[in-house]
Antibody
Framework: EVQLVESGGGLVQSGGSLRLSCAASGFTFSTYYMRWVRQAPGKGLDWVANINQDGSGKYYVDSVKGRFAISRDNAKNSLYLQMNSLRVEDTAVYYC??????????WGLGTLVTVSS | QSALTQPPSASASPGQSVTISCTGTSSDVGAYNYVSWFQHHPGKAPKLMIYEVSKRPSGVPDRLSGSKSGNTASLTVSGLQAEDEAVYYCSSYAGISNWVFGGGTKLTVL
């Protein structure tokens, strides 16, 4: 079964850091783009970051550039999101997604990040 | 405010059809045939229903269809069933490896 499982969310103070992880299974992880998407409470979905298959290409939404870093370990079938200088407006459920066929074809259940002031 | 504009709600009775719109710009929806639609039930993982404007992944019923005209994409759900009640989001490629989403449309089956 194709599956993505996020972990690492939690409560952190403004200015703090968190590292999210995503464990992939059921497919050849190293052959897919991977992406992070977030959903703030009561809001819609927002794309956060992309990483290509070998990790050499990384792209971010403007609001997180310089603060967040996406990475992957193909040997461990894992995707990561290092989040630094967190702001209250970063509070959201963070979803790990697979980037197949120019879309987001598989999603995890998400992990909640809460940034307090 | 989301980059793509969707109506906040839509509704129809079982067996009827409903169409949800997704309006972007000439830099995203209008520029690329990479519009997708996702179904989201609360507490569950979002599910891909339509990709590349009108393609359905394996397992998605043909009651769902997608189309695009200019800067507006549409999702039509025909023969509505109770299980179709969910929030639907559209997304589009916006160039230079950037992606944009709509704010979501809550579909109610009356």
């Amino acid at each position: 079964e194709v599956q993505l499982v996020e972990s690492g969310g939690g409560l952190v103070q403004s200015g703090g850091s968190l590292r999210l992880s995503c464990a992939a299974s059921g497919f050849t992880f190293s052959t897919y783009y991977m992406r992070w998407v977030r959903q703030a409470p009561g809001k819609g979905l927002d794309w956060v970051a992309n990483i290509n298959q070998d990790g050499s290409g990384k792209y971010y939404v403007d609001s997180v550039k310089g603060r967040f870093a996406i990475s992957r370990d193909n040997a461990k079938n894992s995707l990561y999101l290092q989040m630094n200088s967190l702001r209250v407006e970063d509070t959201a459920v963070y979803y790990c997604t697979r980037g197949g066929s120019w879309t987001f074809d598989i999603w995890g259940l998400g992990t909640l990040v809460t940034v307090s002031s | 405010q989301s980059a793509l504009t969707q109506p906040p709600s839509a509704s129809a009775s079982p067996g009827q059809s409903v169409t949800i719109s997704c309006t972007g710009t000439s830099s995203d929806v209008g520029a690329y045939n990479y519009v997708s639609w996702f179904q989201h039930h609360p507490g569950k993982a979002p599910k891909l229903m339509i990709y590349e404007v009108s393609k359905r992944p394996s397992g998605v019923p043909d009651r769902l269809s997608g189309s695009k005209s200019g800067n507006t994409a549409s999702l039509t759900v025909s023969g509505l069933q109770a299980e179709d009640e969910a929030v639907y989001y559209c997304s589009s490629y916006a160039g230079i490896s950037n992606w944009v989403f709509g704010g979501g449309t809550k579909l109610t089956v009356l």
